[in-house]
C-alpha cells in the first residue's frame, strides 16, 4: 500500500507540471497514464493474495456432513443393535400399490407412495432400506432417468402392511431440477434391508 500511495503522490506531481508547463505536457499526461496503469494492477495483486474470510473453507465439511448424515444414523442403529438387520430376511418384506405423487411443477414427481408388507410370522419392522428407480417410458422403451438409496423407519408388525411414503430427494435441491416425465412414469421400488425389534420389544410396545 505504500507504494500505491508513493504513485498517487507521483501522479499529482505530474497533473501539476503539466499545468505549469505547458510544453511538456504531452510527456507528462503519459507519465500519468503509466501511473494510473501501475496503480490499477497493484490494487488488482493486493486483492488476489487477500486469504479467504474465516470459516469459508469449512463450507464444504459442513455440506459433507449434512450428506452423510443418513449413513450416520445407519451406523449408531448398527452398534445399539447388532443383530437388529438379520432378524427379518429381505425376502420376508416387500412393496405393492406403488405409486408416484406429481410435484410442484408440471408433469415432474414430488414422492412415491406404496404399501410395505411384512411377511415375517415373528417380528416387527421398523426400518427399511429400498432402492428406488424411476423410468420414463415413450413408445414402449423405458429409460432410468432417477435413482436414489435409502433407509426409512417403519413400523410394520407381524404379517400386516403399512402405508408409506418416499420423498424424491432431488426434487428439492437448488442445483438439481426436478425429475420430469415425458411418457409413462414407471415406478421401480426393491427393497434392500431390514430392521427389527426382538420379539420381546415388539409384545411390550404393543
Known amino acids: 500500500m505504500k507504494i500505491e500511495a508513493m504513485l498517487w503522490i507521483v501522479v499529482l506531481l505530474l497533473v501539476a507540471l503539466a499545468f505549469l508547463f505547458p510544453r511538456t505536457r504531452a510527456y507528462s499526461l503519459s507519465a500519468i497514464s503509466v501511473a494510473i496503469v501501475a496503480i490499477v494492477a497493484i490494487i488488482v495483486i493486493a486483492k488476489r ?53 406429481a410435484g410442484a411443477e408440471r408433469g415432474s414427481l414430488g414422492a412415491i407412495d406404496a404399501r410395505l408388507y411384512n411377511d415375517s410370522a415373528t417380528y416387527a419392522l421398523t426400518d427399511y432400506g429400498y432402492y428406488l428407480a424411476v423410468q420414463d417410458c415413450i413408445k414402449s422403451v423405458c429409460t432410468t432417468v432417477f435413482d436414489q438409496r435409502g433407509l426409512s423407519a417403519a413400523s410394520v408388525p407381524p404379517n400386516q402392511a403399512r402405508d408409506v411414503t418416499i420423498a424424491i430427494r432431488d426434487g428439492n435441491t437448488r442445483d ?28 411390550s410396545s404393543d
Not at 486469504?51 to 445399539?80: C, H, T, Y
Open 176 to 203: 438439481r431440477p426436478p425429475i420430469k416425465i415425458l411418457g409413462t412414469a414407471k415406478i421401480l421400488l426393491t427393497p434392500v434391508a431390514t430392521r427389527a425389534q426382538p420379539a420381546s420389544a415388539a409384545e
Open 49 to 101: 493474495d487477500v486469504p479467504p474470510p474465516p470459516g469459508s473453507a469449512a463450507l464444504p465439511a459442513v455440506q459433507k456432513k449434512a450428506i452423510d448424515f443418513e449413513r450416520v444414523q445407519v451406523e449408531k442403529l448398527d452398534k445399539a443393535d447388532p443383530d437388529a438387520k438379520n432378524r427379518i430376511r429381505v425376502e420376508e418384506i416387500r412393496f405393492d400399490q406403488v405409486r408416484a405423487e
